[in-house]
């Protein structure tokens, strides 16, 4: 079966709460939002209102990273970020990303 092609990552999405720029960036840019020791694929910005993404990341791993950041987007603009454990919010985000790369990209 031939590889899918992954089309490109839009430069912006509309979101509940506005809209919602994307760049890819090098790690090192990537690494200014990570906490200590952390590596970042991935970071929603909320004051820039901006997802990163990581550029050694590619095709379905982009992909997947961008829909989880998105759903923390849809998290925060919706309220219900606002006392969530982060531990229970990474894995909803997982959890709902799986979901549409499921039904969206199968
Ligand atoms: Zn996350």
Known sequence: MPRQ???KIPDT???P???VAVR???PAEIAKYADPGEELFGCFVQEQRTIF???TVHGEARWRVLWHEL???G???SGLRNGLEHALEEALCDALTSLVMRV???
């Open 5 to 7: 092609r992954w089309p």
């Open 13 to 15: 999405l509309p979101c």
């Open 17 to 19: 709460g506005g809209d």
């Open 24 to 26: 890819v960036v090098s």
């Open 53 to 55: 993404l990581r550029s």
């Open 71 to 73: 759903m923390h987007v």
């Open 75 to 77: 998290l925060e603009d």
């Open 104 to 106: 969206v990209y199968r």
